[in-house]
C-alpha cells in the first residue's frame, strides 16, 4: 500500500487514516525503557506486608502463593452498601462511582503475561473468571473491565506484572460503541460482524498473525494503532466468563504467542491488552457480540490531530505489521 486511506470500522462506524508514508518522519532516537525496580522495593512482593488486605482469592495457597487478587490499595471506584444512582448536580448528570477496582499479582518479580509458563498464564486467566462469576450478581454493578498495562508508558506505576479488574456501575463509552455497532449490524444481516470479519480475514490470510484450532490474532484492517493485534475465540460468545476451560486455554496461547512478537519483532514495547465482553445485565440482548482481547503496543503518540477529530492516524499498514508479526 502506497497511498494514505481512509477506512471506517464496520462495527463502530469510526473512521480511521492509513498513512505508511508518514513512518518515514523523522522519530526520536531513542525510546525511553521501563525500569527494573529491586524487589526489596517492590510492595507486590509481599502484598500484605505492604499494607494492602487479605487476599480475595490466592492460588494455590497463603505460604506459597502463584497467583493473588486484593483490593487495589489506591482504587479508581469502592465498594459501597448501597448502590450509585443517577443525579443531577445543575446541569450534571453524576452517579456514586460505587463498584470494586481489584488488582491480580503474578508472582515473579519480572515474568510479563508473555512469559508465564502456559499453566501460569492460563491461571492468570481462569482467576480473572473466578472474580468475574463472584461478581456477577452484584445488583450495583454492569460491567467489569479486565486490563493489563505493561511499562510506564502503558500506565504501569509498578514494575511487578500485574493486572486490572475495574467493576462499573455503567457500561464504558467505548465498549457501548462497540455493541451498538455489533447490534446495529446483525439487525441488518442476522449475522456477528465479528464472525463475518474472521471469515473474511481468513480467506485473505494478509492480517492475520497467529492462529491455533480455537483461536485467531488478527492485525484489524481498520488498525487504530501502529501494530495493534486482536484475539478473537473462533466459536462465537459473547460472555467472556462463559467461555469453557478448552477455549480460553486457545485464547491464551494466541494471546502469548502475540505478545512475544510484540517483544522481538518491535524492540520489546511497552503496551496493553484488554477484553470486551457484553455487559452483565439483559444477558438476552447481547448475544450478537463476540468477545475478544484488544492488544496495542506503545509505539507511537495520539497528538493534537487525532484527539481534535477523533480520527485516528495509523502509519503502518495492517498487512505490513501482521507480515512482520508473523
Known amino acids: ?54 487476599p480475595i482469592l490466592i492460588y494455590p495457597d497463603q505460604k506459597k502463593w502463584e497467583l493473588q487478587i486484593i483490593e487495589n490499595k489506591y482504587p479508581a471506584v469502592m465498594h459501597y452498601k448501597i448502590c450509585g444512582k443517577p443525579m443531577l448536580k445543575g446541569p450534571y448528570p453524576t ?13 515473579d518479580h519480572d515474568k510479563n503475561f508473555a512469559h508465564l ?16 462469576l463472584m461478581l456477577l450478581n452484584d445488583p450495583c454493578l454492569n460491567y467489569i473491565f479486565m486490563m493489563h498495562n505493561w511499562g510506564p508508558t502503558a500506565g504501569a506505576s509498578i514494575y511487578h506484572p500485574h493486572y486490572q479488574m475495574i467493576s462499573l456501575p455503567v457500561v464504558p463509552p467505548d465498549v457501548q460503541h462497540s455493541l451498538t455497532g455489533s447490534s446495529r449490524y446483525f439487525h441488518q444481516h442476522k449475522k ?9 480475514e481468513l480467506k485473505e490470510g494478509k492480517r492475520i498473525v497467529f492462529e491455533n484450532a480455537g483461536a485467531i490474532a488478527v ?11 486482536r484475539v478473537f475465540p473462533k466459536k462465537h460468545s459473547s460472555y467472556f466468563e462463559n467461555t469453557l476451560d478448552q477455549d480460553m486455554e486457545y485464547v ?9 512478537r510484540f517483544e522481538k519483532k518491535l524492540h ?17 440482548k447481547f448475544g450478537h457480540y463476540h468477545w475478544h482481547i484488544e492488544a496495542f503496543p506503545r509505539v507511537s503518540i495520539r497528538a493534537a490531530f487525532e484527539a481534535g477529530t477523533g480520527v485516528d492516524i495509523n502509519d503502518i499498514d495492517p498487512d505490513f505489521a501482521a507480515k512482520l508479526l508473523r
Open 1 to 54: 500500500m502506497k497511498n494514505s486511506e481512509l477506512r471506517q470500522d464496520i462495527v463502530s462506524g469510526d473512521w480511521i487514516v492509513v498513512a505508511p508514508g508518514r513512518s518515514k518522519r523523522p522519530h526520536p532516537k531513542s525510546v525511553p525503557k521501563r525500569k527494573h525496580i529491586p524487589k526489596s522495593r517492590c510492595p507486590f512482593e509481599d502484598p500484605q506486608k505492604s499494607g494492602n488486605k487479605s
Open 117 to 132: 509458563s502456559f499453566k501460569q498464564a492460563n491461571q492468570v486467566f481462569q482467576s480473572l473468571r473466578d472474580r468475574y
Open 268 to 284: 520489546d514495547p511497552d503496551y496493553n491488552f484488554f477484553i470486551h465482553t457484553a455487559p452483565l445485565r439483559d444477558k438476552k
Open 192 to 200: 456477528c460482524v465479528h464472525c463475518i470479519m474472521l471469515d473474511y
Open 219 to 229: 492485525a484489524p484492517f481498520v488498525s487504530r494503532s501502529p501494530f495493534e493485534v
Open 95 to 107: 452517579m456514586l462511582a460505587a463498584g470494586h477496582h481489584d488488582v491480580l499479582i503474578t508472582r
Open 252 to 260: 491464551v496461547e494466541a494471546l502469548q504467542q502475540v505478545l512475544k
